[in-house]
Each structure stands twice: as C-alpha cells, then as structure tokens.
C-alpha cells in the first residue's frame, strides 16, 4: 500500500528523470490515484506537499505542472529575541544602550517610506543570554503612526515588546545579511571590529504603513536553521 | 462589510491589547463570524493566515489557541543559483575550480553522518553573473549512496544541478550563518579575507540518507529577502 511520502517519492523520481520535465502538465489526482492503486486523498497530500515546496505550480481549472524552475521554498521561525534565548535554556536580559530623535539614514527612510527631513525615533539595545552577548540592535520607530512612546517606556521591555502590545502589526519584511560588525555594534557583541555578523532587517508594518525598522546583529557562530 | 484582512486586523488587535492573552482558547470561528457578522469562510481565511505566521494555534477537537510565543515564520525561496542569477536578468556560468575525493572534515562527517574514515567527493565551485562573482561553493558528496559522478559529469553543470537530475532528493535542511572569507573563497568572489559572507550551508536527504552537503558563500551586499 501506498503512503503520501512514497507518492511524493515516486513523483520526485518522475520529475527528476525528466519523465515529466518543468512546465509540463502532471496526471490528474484520479490518474495518479489509479496508476498507483493508492486513495486520491493520499496522492492530494503528496502533490500539496510538492507544491508547497515550489516543486509542482497547482492552477485552478489548469491542473498541475512541473514548476519551471525549482525554487526550493523554506519556512524559517524568527522568533522574538525573548523567545530565541529562553528556548536554549538561558537567562534572558535586555539593556536599552540609546534613546534618541533624529533625522533616519537614506536606508531607513527608504524602508520607513519617510523623507529624509522627518524625525524619528532610534532605540540602540543589547540582549545578552546567561550575561553573554546574543544579539544588539538599532530599531527606528515612525512616532506619527504610533501612540507616544518615551525612554522609560523601553527601559524594561524592547522597543519590539512595546509596540507588539501597543500596535496592531500586520505583517513584516526580513531581509537577511552578512555585515562587518562596527563601533556600537562591536563594543556590545564583545568582538573586534570588522567581525563578520549576521544581520537580520526586519520592517514591521501595521496596515499599509511601515512603523519600524530594525536591525539586529548576531555574533559569528548564530545560526538561522530551517529544514524543509 | 468584513473582509478577511479586517477580520484578520480585528484578531490581531485583540491579541495585542491582551484580551485574548497568550495561551487563550479564543472564540470558535461560528462565534466570530456572527459577532463580526461576516462569513464563516472570511473568519477561517483570516485563522488560516494567523495560523501560518505561527500566531495562533488551531488543535483538531481543542480549538483555536493565541500562541504561547509570538514566534513569527516566514517562507523563503532559496532557488538554485542559475535561477538566482537568471532572475536578475544576468547571464549565469558556472565553473568547476577542484574535484577531489578526500576524508570529511568534522562537520561534514557529522552533516553526512559517516565516520571520518569514510572517503567523500568535494567539490569547489564558482558562479558568476554577467562575469562577477556571485556565489562559490564546497560541496561533500557521499558516493557510496550515489550513482558514479566523475570529474566530466560536473564540469558543465554544477554538482545541485547534477544531483537534481540524477537522485531523487527528499528534503533538505538549510542553515543561514555569517562567515568570515577564507582562502578559496575570497579569492574566487575577489574580496579581501576576513571579508563578512553570506554563508548558507544546506544538506540533501535521499530518504532516510543525506546525501549531499554544500557550504555557499555570497559577497557582502547579498541579502535573503522574505515577507510575511
């Protein structure tokens, strides 16, 4: 008898000996369900998995095809930084490093969606796990699309706490990158100068309006791991 | 009228304010649909969608809890690299820099899992796009669990793109890290060592067998883009 996984398996196989290339149009459910003497429900399973892989493209009305290039999809969990570190069994500490108004860099006001002229608010703060360094780092807030916000109110709680108790967020952005660690950056990793860093963008939107950008820096050795 | 955005928008801002506080069972979906009064069909859409950032969690006869942590997912499309390269509209080479058997280092014996006596395959490699580096990679290879792959059968197409066509590849595990450029590796992306890379190191399973393992390196300015 057949299960979803040696459907997939047998499917893979047939797409991977180009049997069926990319862009072509696979059997229906009722086909693959009667060559494989299996119940459709179980060739449905593998087929969803596929395409939520980027494997195979289902269209409505169409049917599904061998996608024409392979994008391999993952699902990566970023979790809250409080998350991150109480999930390794450590003891979780925040410390706010800066509170200021400023003008943004072109990058923030580029992803806040603000002219260069707008003052914004810039938060510098350092999360350390067991009192060693886990990550740091620098959020600009839009103050026009948030209730107020001052110092004391992320002297206890990251800017990230405040404004998911504070905001209706409605979706985010992450763009992942290798940086060079610099001044701040480096003084509260703890490590020289220039070390390579990995660096997380993280635009967090409530509606149609960016209301912070965030960017947060890991020591070497972090690691984003998914399986897929 | 409610849209599943609005309702969505409507949930968010319940879990936000702690109505519904982490842990919470929350109404059933024929509740929220007459105290919203829309469809049971938009309330379930707007679930789903909160449901797949990791934000609620739906248990079968249990019902649908807020999360204990807000532990966002993202998906994110890791294509092949000639797929990486095409989609910026530049013209993709490959070329094969080293092709040699050799014992594991410690981390790809445990990536492979096979003991440090076993011989594998590695292989250097370099990607450019329009003629600038893009990309280089070492790959380990385990041959035992491979059909015969010679030095001739990755010089014109990379050792993914040989595997892909050749081994029906199950799943994969990715891992997202910052490095710091050695060797090879700045050379082949002509970048000072110590240089800050992108590194993605992702391991293939046939079935129960990983059968590949790849370190990638990308320059500086490289950025993994998702949004949820």
């Not at 399973?45 to 009305?61: M, N, Q, T, V």
């Not at 709680?157 to 763009?175: D, K, N």
Request: charged share 25%; aromatic share 6%; hydrophobic share 40%.
């Amino acid at each position: 008898m057949n299960t979803w996984q040696s459907v997939r398996a047998d499917v893979l196989e047939r797409i991977r000996s180009r049997e069926w290339p990319p862009g072509e149009l696979i059997p229906t459910e009722q086909e693959l369900a009667a060559t494989l003497g299996c119940a459709r429900a179980t060739v449905n399973r593998a087929l969803r998995e596929l395409a939520d892989s980027g494997i195979l493209e289902r269209r409505r009305k169409v049917g599904t095809r061998v996608a024409a290039t392979v994008a391999r999809r993952t699902v990566l969990d970023m979790p809250a930084i409080r998350t991150e570190i109480e999930n390794m069994g450590a003891a979780y500490s925040y410390e706010l490093a800066r509170f200021t108004t400023r003008h943004p860099t072109p990058f923030a006001a580029r992803a806040l969606q603000v002219p260069l002229s707008q003052e914004l608010l810039l938060i510098h703060a350092k999360y350390t796990a067991d009192g060693q360094p886990h990550c740091c780092e620098a959020v600009w807030l839009n103050p026009d699309l948030l209730p107020p916000l001052t110092r004391e109110d992320v002297e206890q709680q990251s800017a990230h706490e405040w404004l998911t108790s504070h905001v209706a967020l409605t979706h985010g952005r992450f763009s992942i990158l290798a940086a060079a660690a610099k001044g701040d950056c480096a003084f509260h990793l703890n490590i020289p100068e220039g070390t390579a860093v990995l660096t997380i963008e993280r635009t967090n939107w409530a509606d149609t309006h960016p209301v912070s950008f965030a960017r947060q820096f890991y020591p070497p050795q972090h690691r984003l791991v998914s399986e897929d």
